[in-house]
């Protein structure tokens, strides 16, 4: 059986951007462990759960009802309820990396562990699968490869949480929620992995993203994959991303018997 990685924050991930991703990789056999600062039970965004706080946009914005159910069902899950500490683990004995989003203030200590960055830039070296989602990609693009002072992404084509999507959650919501849509409110997600890569056309955006997609509407959502590398813009992506995060697994281990 083939084994990943899902770090996570204490508080704050998004429950789409992990549930559905986990749901799905786990139904084709390949076991999730879980990370987390401290080894400490991890919890989801409670807004973007509930919809609590979103006002006349709760249906737009919050996790839809398949998401709702798959967190439900991963929380009682033994593997999400044991998670190791971010500095117990080696690359070594790890088969892939799964970096998702989120955009509470709380992840800030997931993007700025220096831990997961040295991990990363592991699993770059070592050619395995790394998949990213939305703000899962500001990890990646601060993950500088020593040897070469770049991040590991430098040369990669890649796409993360658009700057339009970003700014329009915060324009809906700013009144009440003030800058709850912008983790960073200096800068955007698009905008911070832009300034890493060797080429600014490197950062695809795909179509205007309206409508998220699912098992029965793949083509709603957009991927980019490039070598060892996966990377998808928002939660309205995350079938896609994961479908093709499993067949990515599926043809590394047929690599290795070969």
Same mark, same amino acid.
């Given at each position: 059986?083939? &084994?990943?990685?899902?770090?996570?924050?204490?508080?704050?991930?998004?429950?789409?951007?992990?549930?559905?991703?986990?749901? +799905?990789?786990?139904?084709?056999? +390949?076991?999730?462990?879980?990370?987390?600062?401290?080894?400490?039970?991890?919890?989801?965004? /409670?807004?973007?759960?509930?919809?609590? &706080?979103?006002?006349?946009?709760?249906?737009?914005?919050?996790?839809?009802?398949?998401?709702?159910?798959? *967190?439900?069902?991963?929380?009682?899950?033994?593997?999400?309820?044991?998670?190791?500490?971010?500095?117990?683990?080696?690359?070594?004995?790890?088969?892939?990396?799964?970096?998702?989003?989120?955009?509470? &203030?709380?992840?800030?200590?997931?993007?700025? !562990?220096?831990?997961?960055?040295?991990?990363?830039?592991?699993?770059?070296?070592?050619? =395995?699968?790394?998949?990213?989602?939305? *703000?899962?990609?500001? #990890?990646?693009?601060?993950?500088?490869?020593? !040897?070469?002072?770049?991040?590991?992404?430098?040369?990669?084509?890649?796409?993360?949480?658009?700057?339009?999507?970003? #700014?329009?959650?915060?324009?809906?919501?700013?009144?009440?929620?003030?800058?709850?849509?912008?983790?960073?409110?200096?800068?955007?997600?698009?905008?911070?992995?832009?300034?890493?890569?060797?080429?600014?056309?490197?950062?695809? &955006?795909?179509?205007?993203?309206?409508?998220?997609?699912?098992?029965?509407?793949? =083509?709603?959502?957009? +991927?980019?994959?490039?070598?060892?590398?996966? !990377?998808? /813009?928002?939660?309205?992506?995350?079938?896609?991303?994961?479908?093709?995060?499993?067949?990515?697994?599926?043809?590394?281990?047929?690599?290795?018997?070969?």
């Amino acid at each position: 059986m083939k &084994k990943i990685l899902i770090p996570l924050p204490t508080y704050g991930f998004d429950p789409t951007e992990v549930s559905i991703p986990w749901k +799905i990789i786990s139904e084709n056999n +390949i076991e999730v462990t879980f990370l987390t600062p401290d080894g400490k039970l991890a919890k989801t965004d /409670r807004i973007m759960l509930t919809g609590d &706080k979103l006002g006349i946009w709760k249906s737009l914005l919050m996790a839809g009802k398949d998401a709702v159910a798959a *967190h439900s069902e991963m929380i009682n899950d033994k593997k999400f309820q044991s998670p190791l500490s971010y500095n117990a683990i080696n690359e070594k004995d790890f088969d892939g990396l799964l970096l998702p989003g989120g955009h509470d &203030k709380g992840v800030i200590e997931y993007l700025e !562990s220096t831990i997961l960055q040295n991990l990363i830039v592991d699993f770059f070296n070592a050619n =395995k699968v790394v998949g990213a989602i939305c *703000h899962g990609v500001v #990890l990646i693009a601060r993950s500088i490869d020593p !040897s070469t002072k770049k991040s590991v992404i430098y040369n990669y084509k890649t796409t993360a949480l658009l700057k339009t999507q970003e #700014l329009l959650g915060y324009q809906l919501t700013r009144l009440w929620l003030k800058d709850y849509y912008l983790t960073y409110p200096e800068i955007t997600v698009e905008d911070e992995v832009r300034s890493v890569l060797s080429d600014d056309s490197n950062f695809l &955006k795909g179509a205007l993203p309206v409508l998220r997609d699912n098992l029965d509407n793949l =083509k709603r959502g957009f +991927i980019v994959k490039d070598r060892n590398y996966l !990377s998808a /813009r928002w939660p309205g992506d995350v079938y896609n991303f994961s479908l093709e995060f499993v067949k990515m697994m599926n043809e590394q281990k047929n690599n290795f018997v070969i």
